[in-house]
């Protein structure tokens, strides 16, 4: 594996730059991110702790690829590429999907990157010459790096099967790995994530700063959640059940059901509040809100937005492009349609009446808004052939987000929410359901369906397609859905079910191996010293 640096050498520097500020700025020291002795007091815990959050946004703000975030969307169930970039294209014409694709490295790099940071965390907090904290705060810094450390092993295991185990932090290059059997990887997500769940903090005790409460800090409810889809992909689903129940009956979150935040004396619904930048973390009133990632216009905070997230161009239709149509934050800001959902997400799964299906959810419908075009101003924009493909197209208001700060809409400054509580009872009814207690689950399924006005359902109803559709609706524009389709196993046969037929950009080529990805062909070359296995059919 090749030898990287990252923003968590960085922060290990500063950290001990300042621990150390009592002697001469002379005196020369040399510190790498292969020195993890270094580690010793809070402040240098804190900031490589940062180093992991940082890390983490990379994985969904990536923007030198625009395509990224299409690489988990399009060629599954839901979605066809729209504008394509490029690096998405092997994800659904799926014969150019080979060892040498750039999602899947990115991928691998960046979770082991993740993985050697918590390592080297993790050992320098378990070190019994470590005084500076007290064992209460040691655990909590060990739950907040092993739960990082399985977030990335999760990914891997999702999306490889067998990898590398590595535990230790790497002191020197090396090129001897070999692929772990996945049940002792799935045996380290475990141990990691129940101690996790053990000494991170509740959601309402979690580190602040000057500002209060930093709500995007690892706290023990994302740590159960996390485990009880690990659970779930493991097979493990009375586990599964526990762990939801688990974040269930906290009582510190709850689904939100009535108008709440900036804009509720305005239109709209419940649903839609979580989704209106202002109203997405905890601290805005948003109790669904179990992980947010908190992102911030650069001129509000130093720092600001982690690289450039490209959400709104990826999942909002290029309307710019139609004449008539100008620049407008009610219909969302600048996007690019660079993916186009699917008929089976437009017009079949959602019934009239779901709140989620709701104009402020769901936009149908665009009206030309150009006033120096009078010949067409305030009538409707048609739909054409296959709808528009790009320009104009039924979508997700999730991503929703006008800067005045930024016309163009390159960049958005929205935050990512990466659980919430919605999830949570589509977990549980997955394990209900996975247990053969239909009735349960058909009850855990219409809490949610309940809160957004959707018809009651009954054991008869739940199978796993219909809880992979339920998914559809509660979550799409959120989850990582090639993700939940290779967990399940069902991305083969619902890809071709339901995106087989595209007005461009065909779906070609799937077979049974894309139920993993390649193991990148780089890291095979460069591990000389011993055979890193690829996986069947690549």
Known sequence: MKRTFNILSVLLGLAITFAACSK???????YSSYAPETLKDSLGFEASISGLHNHLSQFFTTSDQQGWLNVWQVGTDIAYAGQQQGIEVPYYNYALLNSNDGAASFTWSWAFRMINNANIIIRNVEDPT???LTQAGKNAVNGEARFFRAYAYNILATCFGDVPLVKEPLTAPKTDFVRAPLAEVNALIEEDLRFAGENLPDVDNVKGNSKGKMYSRANKAMAQQLLAEAYLRM???DLAEQQAL???NDGKFSLTTSRFGVKANQPGDPFSDMFIYGNQRRSQGNREAIWVMEM???GTIVGGITNNPQQRRVWGPFFVGVTGMKLADSIGGRGLGRLRLNNHVIYDVYEQEDMRNSPYNFRRQFW???PSKPATYGKPVPYAGFDTIFRIAPHTTKWYQFDPKDEFGFAMIKDIPLMRLGETYLLLAEALFRQGRLAEAAEALNIIRGRSNASAITASDVTLDFILDERIRELVGEENRRMTLMRTGTLVDRAVRYNS????????????KHLLMPVPQSEINLNKDAVLQQNPGY
């Open 24 to 30: 001469s700025f002379l005196d020369e020291e040399v």
């Open 130 to 132: 470590v005084t500076s």
């Open 235 to 237: 097979g493990k689903n």
């Open 246 to 248: 688990a974040v269930i």
């Open 296 to 298: 911030e216009h650069p």
């Open 368 to 370: 030309y808004n150009d």
């Open 501 to 512: 037929v595209s007005p461009v950009n065909q779906l070609t080529g799937i077979e049974n």
